[in-house]
C-alpha cells in the first residue's frame, strides 16, 4: 500500500541514509580537497623547497578548476545518476591524493590539480545538494544541513589526523593511506546505500515546462532573471570575505593573543559552524531564508568589528565563535533559496551554477585580504573592505524583484 511508504517525515525514510552517506562524503571531500590544503602546502615546501607563491598559485587553479566543473555537476548527476558522480568523485580524488606524495616537479602538481578539481567537483557541494534533492523537498533544508555537517568534521578531525599520519607515515605514505581510507571506507557506502531516488522526487524534479528546457537553457535564463544573480551575488561577496578571514585568522590573532589562543579560536570558529548548522537545521525550512541570510551576514560583520577594535582575548575569541555560527549555514543556504523560489526542475543545475559563481569568487579572497594586508601594513584595511561587504550583501539579499 502507497500509505505505508515512510514519508520524509519519518526516521524510517530511506532519505536519511543517503544523508548518513553525504555526510561521509563531505567529511573526505573537505579533509581532503579543502582543508588538507594549507597541509599540502606546508609539506611540499619542507620537501621541494619550492616557493609558497608557487604552490599557492597551483592551489588557485584548483579551486578555479574546481569551480569550472562544478557548474556541471548537475548535468552529471541527471545523465549518469548520483551514485556514479559521486563515485568518480571519491576516484578522482583518492588517485589525485595518492599521486600528491609522489611528485618531485611542479609541473605535476597542477596536473594532479586537475585531478583533485575533478574530485571535488564531483563530491562537495554541488553534488551533495543536488544529489539530496533528488530525495527531499519539505526537509530538504534539515538534509543538506545535516550532510554538510561532514565538512566540518573533515576539518575538525581530518586534517589532524593526516597531520598525524604524516608524522608516522612520512608524506607519501600518509597521502596513500588518506586514499585508501576514502575507498575502503566510503565508496562501498555509496555502492550500497545510494540507489534510485524515489519515482515522485524524480518526477518532480524533471516537472513542467523545464524538462523541455536544456541545462544550458535553464543557466541562460538563470544569468538573466534578477533574483537568481541578486542571490548569487550576495553570497559569492559574503563567501569571498568570510574564506579571505579564515584563511588569515591565524596571521591576524597570532602577535594579538599568541599561537596557541590563535589555534584556539580557529577551532572554536569551526566548531561553532557545527553547532549553527544543527541548530538552523530544526527551522530551516519555516523561517524566511533570505532574512536569515542577511542576519547571518551582519553577525559576520559585527563579529569582524570586535576583531578590528577590541584587544580583550576573551572578547577576541568571542567574536571568532560569533563569526563561526554563520560559518556552515552560508553554504548551505544559498541551495535552499534556490529549491524555495525557482522551478524544482532547475534545482541541480542552478544550484551548481550558484556553486562555481562562489566559487569563482572566493578563490580569489585569500589573495586579495593578503595584498591589502602587505599594501597597507595591516589588516585594518582588508578586515574592512570584509566587513563592507558583508553589510552590501546583507541590504542586497533582502531584494526581491516580484513576478
Known amino acids: 500500500m502507497t500509505g ?21 562524503v563531505a567529511t573526505f571531500s573537505w579533509a581532503l580537497g579543502f582543508y588538507g590544503q594549507s597541509v ?10 619550492w616557493p609558497a607563491s608557487l ?73 551533495i545538494t543536488s544529489t539530496l534533492g533528488l530525495w527531499f523537498d519539505k526537509r530538504r533544508g534539515m538534509a543538506i544541513s545535516l550532510a554538510l555537517n561532514g565538512a566540518s568534521f573533515g576539518g575538525i578531525a581530518g586534517v589532524p589526523l593526516l597531520v598525524l599520519a604524516i608524522g608516522h607515515l612520512g608524506f607519501a605514505g600518509a597521502t596513500l593511506a588518506a586514499a585508501l ?20 522526487h524524480a518526477s518532480h524534479a524533471g516537472a513542467g515546462a523545464v524538462q523541455a528546457l536544456s541545462s544550458g537553457a535553464i543557466r541562460r535564463h538563470a544569468l538573466r532573471d534578477t533574483n ?19 584563511v588569515h585568522v591565524i596571521a591576524y590573532l597570532d602577535p594579538l593573543i599568541g599561537r596557541e ?36 551576514f551582519a553577525s559576520q560583520a559585527v563579529a569582524l568589528t570586535i576583531l578590528l577594535l577590541i584587544r580583550e582575548p576573551a572578547l577576541m575569541l568571542a567574536a571568532c565563535a560569533l563569526f563561526g555560527f554563520s560559518v556552515g549555514n552560508l553554504i548551505t543556504l544559498p541551495a535552499l533559496i534556490v529549491q524555495r523560489e525557482f522551478t524544482p526542475g532547475s534545482f541541480g543545475v542552478l544550484v551548481s551554477l550558484n556553486t562555481a559563481i562562489n566559487q ?30 558583508e553589510l552590501i550583501a546583507a541590504a542586497l539579499i533582502l531584494v526581491r524583484e516580484r513576478k
Open 4 to 24: 505505508s511508504i515512510p514519508d520524509e517525515t519519518s526516521i524510517r525514510y530511506e532519505g536519511w541514509r543517503i544523508v548518513a552517506v553525504c555526510f561521509a
Open 40 to 49: 599540502y602546502l606546508a609539506e611540499l615546501q619542507r620537501l621541494h623547497g
Open 55 to 127: 604552490i599557492s598559485t597551483a592551489t588557485t587553479f584548483f579551486y578555479l578548476g574546481g569551480a569550472l566543473l562544478v557548474a556541471f555537476v548537475g548535468d552529471a548527476i541527471r545523465r549518469v545518476g548520483p551514485k556514479t558522480c559521486l563515485l568518480g568523485g571519491l576516484a578522482a580524488t583518492a588517485l589525485g591524493t595518492a599521486l600528491l606524495g609522489r611528485i618531485d616537479a611542479p609541473w605535476q602538481l597542477y596536473g594532479i590539480y586537475v585531478l583533485l578539481a575533478i574530485g571535488w567537483a564531483g563530491t562537495s557541494l554541488g553534488a
Open 181 to 200: 581510507a576514502s575507498l575502503l571506507l566510503i565508496a562501498p557506502l555509496v555502492m550500497v546505500f545510494v540507489g534510485r531516488p524515489p519515482l515522485h
Open 228 to 246: 537568481f544573480l541578486i542571490v548569487t551575488i550576495a553570497f559569492a561577496l559574503v563567501l569571498f570575505a568570510q574564506v579571505g578571514f579564515i
Open 261 to 296: 589562543r590563535a589555534a584556539a579560536a580557529v577551532s572554536l570558529l569551526t566548531i561553532m559552524a557545527v553547532v549553527g548548522r544543527v541548530l538552523m537545521s530544526a527551522v530551516i525550512d519555516r523561517i524566511d531564508q533570505r532574512l536569515a541570510s542577511a542576519l547571518s
Open 360 to 389: 569563482v569568487t572566493y578563490a580569489f579572497g585569500p589573495g586579495v585580504v593578503g595584498l591589502l594586508r602587505d599594501l597597507s601594513g595591516s589588516y585594518t584595511l582588508p578586515f574592512a573592505v570584509c566587513i563592507l561587504l
